[in-house]
């Protein structure tokens, strides 16, 4: 009853989440955009993903393009900017507010150390809003994750660890995922963060049976002690670029 339970949340939360394709005008501006960043044509394809999430606003492809796309460009402010004004206009929307924090982790690399802190907090609330607007998966795995990038100092791995339980135990009430190795990995890497190395290698070593072929996983494995907590914390390095692309996750979704 509990994994019934848990399945049915899930299905609802999914069919309300904005991965699927837009209305014909949305639609029409997104394939504008696609058409002009194939040719390297930022300002008209940013334009057209702007009018295409005017339409749509939370659409979660259209959102993660258009991220992608200023990534690329390098106009970090202009998407902060563009997504708060959403967000005055749809509040309730779980996905912007998502990709409000994620438009703030996008630019982590490109800030100094202060203002990384300050767009890491930031990020951190609205992936809170969208826990507490629509507490799916994505948003469960995505807070989960962010509080791992705060030095232990912090002490919030803890919280970390407990948001990637419940994104497991939401992925475990449904079908398989590919994209669902990726809370195997983060909850491991929470795990050792905490210290609790045992722990941690139990987590991996589940998620490499659900996921053989795994390269994340592999190398975890592959070391002991020091090594893998070193190989942890690089990754945790707020000067790399994290991988905020949801494309696995929206085109899995139009299969």
């Not at 002991?224 to 707020?238: A, K, M, R, S, Y």
């Amino acid at each position: 009853m509990k994994s019934a339970r848990y399945f049915c949340i899930f299905t609802l939360i999914l069919a309300t989440s904005g991965w699927c394709a837009g209305s014909p005008a949305a639609e029409s501006e997104f394939a504008q955009a696609i058409s002009a960043l194939q040719s390297n044509d930022y300002a008209n394809a940013l334009h057209h993903l702007e009018l295409a999430l005017a339409n749509d606003p939370d659409n979660l492809r259209y959102a993660s393009e258009y991220r992608q796309a200023i990534i690329r460009s390098k106009e970090f402010d202009r998407s902060i900017n563009y997504f708060a004004k959403l967000l005055a206009d749809h509040p309730n929307s779980a996905n912007l507010h998502l990709n409000y924090g994620f438009a703030h982790v996008d630019k982590i690399p490109a800030a100094g150390s202060i203002t990384q802190v300050l767009l890491a907090n930031t990020a951190l609330g609205e992936f809170s809003k969208a826990v507490e607007l629509q507490p799916s998966w994505l948003a469960y795995y995505t807070r989960g994750a962010s509080y791992l990038f705060w030095p232990k100092v912090f002490n919030r791995s803890p919280l970390g660890v407990a948001d990637l339980e419940r994104a497991l135990r939401i992925q475990q009430a449904g079908p398989k995922k590919p994209y669902y190795v990726r809370t195997y990995v983060a909850l491991g890497d929470g795990y050792c963060k905490m210290d609790q190395m045992e722990r941690a290698r139990s987590v991996w070593q589940e998620g490499l049976r659900q996921f053989p072929e795994n390269a994340e996983l592999k190398s975890r494995l592959s070391l002991h002690g020091d090594q893998v907590v070193t190989l942890i914390e690089n990754n945790f390095d707020p000067n790399k670029r994290v991988n905020t692309d949801l494309r696995e996750i929206w085109s899995e979704r139009q299969e």
